[in-house]
């Protein structure tokens, strides 16, 4: 059983940027691609970005191109969401998610863990 935290969210100004970080523990890092997805409320959760299990290949959602940037350090278990020139649509409940190793996949049914969420809010 695989455990993720987020961190990192919180209130920022349009323009601004934020760091997000989701620990995992309970299994084999480098066993998971991993992947953001975020929610806004009355809204379906949509794909952010992922990242393969050795960092090698990244995907990300047309949005946020440019903008963010996702990495990971197998040694700490820990994946990133560096996010910059956040603007008010940003803002939503941003997930981590872990799926064992495979082709890239930006459909969330096919993550198995997931974590509790943290609330990233881009204000005007």
């Known amino acids: 059983q695989v455990r993720l935290v987020e961190s990192g969210g919180g209130l920022v100004q349009a323009g601004g940027s934020l760091r997000l970080s989701c620990a995992a523990s309970g299994g084999t890092f480098s066993n998971y691609d991993m992947g953001w997805f975020r929610q806004a409320p009355g809204k379906e959760r949509e794909f952010v970005t992922t990242i393969s299990w050795n960092g090698g290949i990244r995907h990300y959602a047309d949005s946020v191109q440019g903008r963010f940037t996702i990495s990971r350090e197998n040694a700490k278990s820990t994946v990133y969401l560096q996010m910059g020139s956040l603007k008010p649509e940003d803002t939503a409940v941003y997930y981590c998610?872990?799926?064992?190793?495979?082709?890239?996949?930006?459909?969330?049914?096919?993550?198995?863990?997931w974590g509790q969420g943290t609330q990233v809010t881009v204000a005007t």
């Open positions: 998610a872990a799926r064992l190793v495979g082709i890239a996949s930006f459909d969330p049914s096919s993550y198995k863990y």
